[in-house]
C-alpha cells in the first residue's frame, strides 16, 4: 500500500510538504513555509519563539505533528519523548521559502536531496542571512551546555564547536537514484530560482511527477522540455502538479524583460535603480546583459556575490563575480567608515561580517561615493532595504527606478510600496516602471503539459485555482490538509 499526505501547499500557492509513504519508505517532498498561514499570526516583530522549539510553529498550523522528522535539540528542550527516524529522505525542489524554510527544524541525520544549485543557495542564506531558523546546510544544536573549566558553573555551547554538517545530498541532474524500495530520477526545470528540480519518482504502486515551480519563457525552457518529454516517455499514474498561474492566459517571458528594460535604461540620463528577486539568477542575467549592451555596471549586493561565487562552484554557467559589467557595492554597517578616508582600512573592514570582508578589498567593489560621483555609469540595484542609501548617494534629477518584482498582492506590500514611492517622490526619481515576468507556468502552458503526458491521476498544489482543474479534467483529485490520499 502507497499513500500521499499533503501538509501544505493545499489551496494556496506555497508551502509544499507532501509525504509520500510507499510500503514503509517514507520521503516528504519539499518542506517550506506557508506565507498565508506565517501572516495570519507573525510580522517582523512578532515571531515564532526559537525558545518554545516546535510549539509555536505547530500550535499555529505550520509545522505538521509528525513523528520522527523534527531536530533532535528541540525535542530534548521541550521534554518531549525522543523518537525513532520517521523518515528516510527528504526532496527538496527548490530554494524557495515556500518549498525548502522549514529543513532547519528537521532531525539531522535524514538524507535531504538537493541540486548543486539549491545547495549553493541554501549556504548563501545560512551564512548571509539574518534570523534565528536558518540551519539548512549545517545543524548547530542548541540549548546544550558543559561545566566551566575552573567549576565556576556552566557555560552555553554556541557557535562553531556546536555546528555539525547535514546529511545534505548532492544529485545530478537526469542521474536515478535510490532511497530504499524508491527510485527518483531529478530533471532541472525553468523557474525564477537556478536549479529548480522536478522528481519522477518510481514507486511500487506507479510513477509519480512532482513538477516544482516551473515555467517555459525564462532561459532554461528547453529543460523543462526535456522533462516532460522523459515524463511522456516514462509515464505517468500520479502528476502533483503546480498551477500558481493556472487561471493566466499570458505574461511577460524573460526576452520581453529585456527588451523593455534595455529601452529604459538607454533613455535614462542619470543613475538607474532597480529592485528584482535578489536570488533570481536568470533576472541577473537580463540586466547584465542590458548594462553590456548600454555600456554600464550593474552594480550588485554583496549577498548576491557570495551567492555567484557560491554557484561558481557548480561549475555551470552562472554570471561570474568577475564579469567586467558587474559591480558589488558596500553598504554602511555599524560605524558607517565606508568611503571615508580618516579611518585605518582594517577598522573599516571591523564594520563587515567575516564573510563580506573577503570581497571588500576587491576591486569591483563600490561605496556610495563612487556612485554617487559618476551616476550615469551604473545600474544600481536597490531593494527595499537599501533605499536609506539613496541619502548617501543622491541620486541626481532625470535617475529612475525600474520595479522588476511581482505586483504587491496583500496589504503588508501595498504599504511598503508606498515607502518606495516616498522615497522616489524625495528625490525626484521617475518611477517605478513595473517590468517582471512570472517563474510560473500559464494557464494553457499546464494543460498543454498535462494533455502531452496523460497522467492517470491529476493532484494541482501551490494554487488558489484548483477549479480550472477540475473543470478540464475528471480524473483531477483534490486534495485536503493531512488527509491520505491512498494508491
Ligand atoms: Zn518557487
Same mark, same amino acid.
Given at each position: 500500500?502507497?499513500?500521499?499526505? !499533503? ?12 509525504? *509520500? ?13 506557508? !506565507? ?17 522549539? *516546535?510549539?509555536?510553529?505547530?500550535a499555529v498550523g505550520l509545522l505538521p505533528k509528525l513523528k520522527g522528522i523534527y531536530r533532535e535539540d528541540y525535542i530534548k528542550h521541550a521534554r518531549w519523548s525522543q523518537e525513532e527516524r520517521g ?48 540551519? !539548512? ?162 552594480? *550588485? ?78 545600474? !544600481? ?42 522615497? *522616489? ?63
Amino acid at each position: 500500500m502507497s499513500s500521499l499526505t !499533503f501538509y501544505g501547499g493545499v489551496d494556496e500557492i506555497g508551502g509544499n510538504k507532501i509525504l *509520500l509513504d510507499d510500503k514503509g519508505t517514507r520521503v516528504m517532498l519539499d518542506f517550506g513555509m506557508s !506565507f498565508n498561514q506565517s501572516g495570519k499570526y507573525f510580522s517582523e516583530f512578532l515571531q515564532p519563539r526559537k525558545c518554545n522549539c *516546535l510549539e509555536d510553529f505547530i500550535a499555529v498550523g505550520l509545522l505538521p505533528k509528525l513523528k520522527g522528522i523534527y531536530r533532535e535539540d528541540y525535542i530534548k528542550h521541550a521534554r518531549w519523548s525522543q523518537e525513532e527516524r520517521g523518515l528516510d529522505a527528504v526532496l527538496i525542489t527548490h530554494a524557495h521559502a515556500d518549498h525548502a524554510a522549514f529543513i532547519h527544524h528537521l532531525r539531522k541525520d535524514v538524507p535531504i536531496y538537493v541540486s548543486p544549485e539549491t545547495k549553493a543557495i541554501l549556504n548563501t542564506l545560512e551564512v548571509t542571512g539574518s534570523g534565528g531558523f536558518k540551519d !539548512f546546510c549545517n545543524y548547530s544544536c542548541s540549548f546544550e551546555f558543559k561545566p566551566k573549566k575552573d567549576g565556576s558553573g556552566y557555560t552555553k555551547i554556541i557557535g562553531e564547536v556546536a555546528k555539525t554538517p547535514r546529511s545534505l545530498k548532492t544529485f545530478n541532474f537526469g542521474e536515478k537514484f535510490k532511497i530504499d524500495s524508491i527510485e527518483v530520477t531529478p530533471y532541472e526545470v525553468d523557474h525564477s530560482l537556478p536549479g529548480s528540480t522536478a522528481f519522477l519518482i518510481y514507486t511500487s504502486q506507479g510513477n509519480i511527477l512532482y513538477t516544482g515551480d516551473y515555467r517555459f519563457h525564462g532561459y532554461r525552457s528547453e529543460s523543462t522540455i526535456s522533462m516532460v518529454d522523459a515524463a511522456i516517455d516514462e509515464g505517468v499514474d500520479i502528476l502533483i502538479t503546480e498551477g500558481t498561474r493556472v487561471n493566466e492566459v499570458k505574461g511577460n517571458t524573460e526576452q520581453n524583460v529585456f527588451d523593455k528594460v534595455s529601452e529604459i535604461v538607454k533613455n535614462t540620463k542619470e543613475l538607474t535603480l532597480i529592485n528584482f528577486p535578489s536570488r533570481d539568477t536568470a533576472r541577473l542575467k537580463t540586466f547584465q546583459m542590458v548594462a553590456k549592451e548600454v555600456d554600464k555596471k550593474l552594480v *550588485l549586493d554583496l549577498k548576491q556575490a557570495y551567492l555567484l561565487n557560491q554557484l561558481s562552484f557548480t561549475g555551470k554557467d552562472y554570471p561570474s563575480i568577475n564579469d567586467q559589467n558587474l559591480c558589488f557595492f558596500a553598504e554602511k554597517k555599524n560605524w558607517g567608515l565606508i568611503g571615508r578616508d580618516d579611518y585605518p582600512q582594517d577598522l573599516i573592514l571591523q564594520d563587515y561580517d567575516k564573510w563580506e570582508r573577503a570581497y571588500l578589498e576587491k576591486g569591483n567593489v563600490l561605496n556610495f561615493r563612487d556612485i554617487k560621483s559618476n551616476q550615469r555609469e551604473y545600474m !544600481f540595484y536597490c531593494n527595499y532595504f537599501l533605499l536609506n542609501e539613496l541619502i548617501d548617494i543622491k541620486p541626481n534629477k532625470g535617475s529612475r527606478y525600474i520595479r522588476s518584482v511581482c505586483e504587491p498582492f496583500d496589504e503588508e506590500m501595498n504599504l511598503d510600496e508606498k515607502r518606495v514611492q516616498n522615497w *522616489l517622490n524625495l528625490f525626484k526619481i521617475d518611477g517605478p516602471h513595473q517590468i517582471h515576468a512570472s517563474g510560473h507556468a500559464s494557464g494553457p502552458e499546464i494543460f498543454k503539459n498535462i494533455d502531452l503526458i496523460q497522467p492517470k491521476k491529476i493532484i494541482p498544489i501551490h494554487t488558489e485555482s484548483t477549479e480550472y482543474f477540475n473543470k478540464k479534467y475528471n480524473n483531477t483529485i483534490n486534495i485536503e490538509v493531512g488527509k491520505k490520499i491512498i494508491f
